[in-house]
């Protein structure tokens, strides 16, 4: 049974179990992470940007907030971001794989995060470099390939749709974005390895 749409924000999450030791979970998601960022690198010639060289690490005192944030650019690749922050041993956490594509190609740029709050959020999408709404040839090259992810999740109990609060975070989503809240076990953690490394490889392949 599907237990239904979320539409708490991740600040009233957080807020309502404060104190969720996820240190183990935030491993596995940032090993998932760091590995779909190796693919990437060994497809791409990239290098940093000195803009975020004072952030690996930053913050952790007193026990606070901490993270690391590098960025780089190519080629290829206008911009890219990988990155966390956020509190493992107290429920919240947050990361991110965010790759900009160069003018070149018309190929979707990538949107990755995950995170902890305290259950799993999840965001795996291809963000439309066009209007798809007018540009049907486009959505059928890109998007349709990922319907069938899609609906999986959408009939999998286990996996809350995610809904923003906020407008403009819904209108940035494309069809098959695949956006939802849900619980850590080995199971699901085993659904979002396999999902991240089936965006990320399909998204290489269309270079």
Same mark, same amino acid.
């Given at each position: ?13 957080? @807020?309502? *179990? ?8 935030? #491993?596995?998601? $940032?090993?998932?992470?760091?590995? /779909?960022?190796e693919k990437?690198?060994? *497809?791409? !010639?990239?290098?940093?940007? =000195? ?10 005192? !007193? #026990? ?8 780089? @650019? ?14 493992? #041993? %107290? ?5 991110? /794989? ?5 003018? &070149?190609y018309d ?22 470099? %066009? +209007? /798809? $709404? ?16 899609? /609906? &999986?999740?959408?009939? +999998?109990?286990?996996?809350? =749709?995610f809904v ?5 975070? *819904?209108?940035? &989503?494309? =069809?098959?974005? #695949?956006?939802?809240?849900?619980? =850590? ?17 399909? $998204?290489?392949?269309?270079?």
């Amino acid at each position: 049974m599907s237990i239904g749409p979320t539409t708490k924000s991740i600040a009233e999450m957080v @807020a309502e *179990r404060p104190s969720v030791d996820n240190q183990d979970v935030f #491993n596995a998601l $940032w090993n998932i992470t760091t590995e /779909l960022k190796e693919k990437v690198f060994a *497809r791409f !010639d990239l290098q940093p940007d =000195p803009c975020s060289a004072a952030y690996q690490p930053y913050g952790g005192g !007193d #026990n606070g907030p901490q993270g690391f944030l590098s960025t780089f @650019a190519g080629s290829e690749i206008d911009w890219l971001v990988y990155s966390w922050i956020g509190t493992p #041993n %107290t429920s919240f956490t947050n990361m991110h /794989l965010t790759i900009h594509v160069g003018p &070149q190609y018309d190929i979707p740029h990538f949107g990755f995060a995950l995170g902890t709050a305290p259950d799993i959020f999840m965001y795996m999408d291809y963000l439309p470099r %066009t +209007d /798809l $709404w007018s540009d049907v040839s486009y959505l059928d090259k890109y998007y349709t390939g990922t319907n069938e992810r899609f /609906l &999986q999740f959408q009939s +999998d109990g286990r996996f809350s =749709p995610f809904v923003s609060q906020d407008m403009s975070m *819904r209108l940035y &989503q494309s =069809p098959t974005s #695949n956006c939802y809240m849900v619980p =850590p076990t080995d199971e699901t953690t085993a659904i979002i390895r396999a999902t991240a490394h089936e965006m990320i490889d399909r $998204w290489l392949g269309w270079f």
